[in-house]
């Protein structure tokens, strides 16, 4: 099975929720945002949950199914958007980060570090 099912579909459902991010960065409230809540943490707390996330998905990969993975798939990119945003790092800096990659073998790249 191919990892990218419709890539229009993707980009647009990121885009969407980057746009709430953003929206709740700015307007929104903690008593009814989730979002607006952990922001106004800051950092920390945000960087706390995105790991939290990240350990919950890869407890799915390992002993959940796959319905399960992709909901916990979907929390950690939530959280992960929430922390750039924090952060103050866009899509389009994580988007030139992966063009740059593009073309470039992952083994190749790690071979060029060691020289
Ligand atoms: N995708 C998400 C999303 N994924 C997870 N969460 C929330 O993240 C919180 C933490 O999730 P957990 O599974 O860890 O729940 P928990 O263990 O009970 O949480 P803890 O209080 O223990 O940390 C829950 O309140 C979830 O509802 C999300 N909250 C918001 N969004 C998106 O952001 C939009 C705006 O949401 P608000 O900012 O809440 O209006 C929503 O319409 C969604 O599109």
């Known amino acids: 099975m191919s990892i990218l099912g419709s890539a229009d579909r993707l980009?647009?459902?990121?885009?969407?929720?980057?746009?709430?991010?953003?929206?709740?960065a700015e307007t929104g409230d903690a008593s009814s945002s989730w979002t607006a809540k952990l922001l106004s943490k800051g950092v920390g707390a945000c960087a706390d949950k995105a790991e939290e996330e990240a350990g919950e998905f890869i407890q799915a990969l390992r002993e959940e199914s796959n319905d399960r993975v992709a909901s916990e798939a979907a929390d950690m990119l939530y959280h992960a958007l929430v922390a750039l945003r924090v952060r103050g790092v866009s899509l389009d800096d994580v988007a030139a980060a992966l063009e740059t990659r593009q073309g470039t073998s992952g083994i190749a790249e790690k071979a060029s570090r060691k020289g």
Do not use: P
């Open 11 to 24: 980009a647009e459902a990121l885009a969407h929720l980057g746009m709430t991010i953003d929206t709740r």
